[in-house]
Nanobody, 122 residues
């Protein structure tokens, strides 16, 4: 079973923090790019952050506030979210792609989790 599994969502107030975790069966950090995406009601799915080996990329909307990292002991990819804003509210998904998968094109990521809800209140 390759499907990623997200955890850690919840409700916080503006300025708060949350840490999401993604467990991916068969994750090989040397060949797989793991991405975090989000989708709010009525909006398209948006790439938030991705990691491939030690390299990370972020969308402009979260740069400086979110940090993606790999926990080698747990074999998870985590997303630390700080200074949260109401516009960060969305369903957050973890997805597994390949080294060339682009954060700007969700279709390049093949395996997706069920998502975890993040709600930020004003």
């Amino acid at each position: 079973q390759v499907q990623p599994a997200e955890s850690g969502g919840g409700s916080v107030q503006t300025g708060g923090s949350l840490r999401l975790s993604c467990e991916v069966s068969g994750y090989d950090y040397s060949i797989h790019r793991i991405g975090w995406f989000r989708q709010a009601p009525g909006k398209e799915r948006e790439g938030v952050a991705a990691i491939y080996r030690g390299s990370t990329v972020y969308s402009d909307s979260v740069k400086g506030r979110f940090t993606i990292s790999r926990d080698s002991a747990k074999n998870t990819v985590d997303l630390e979210m700080n200074s949260l804003k109401p516009e960060d509210s969305a369903m957050y998904y973890c997805a597994r792609g390949w080294d060339g998968s682009s954060l700007s094109d969700p279709d390049q990521f093949r395996y997706w989790g069920q998502g975890t809800q993040v709600t930020v209140s004003a």
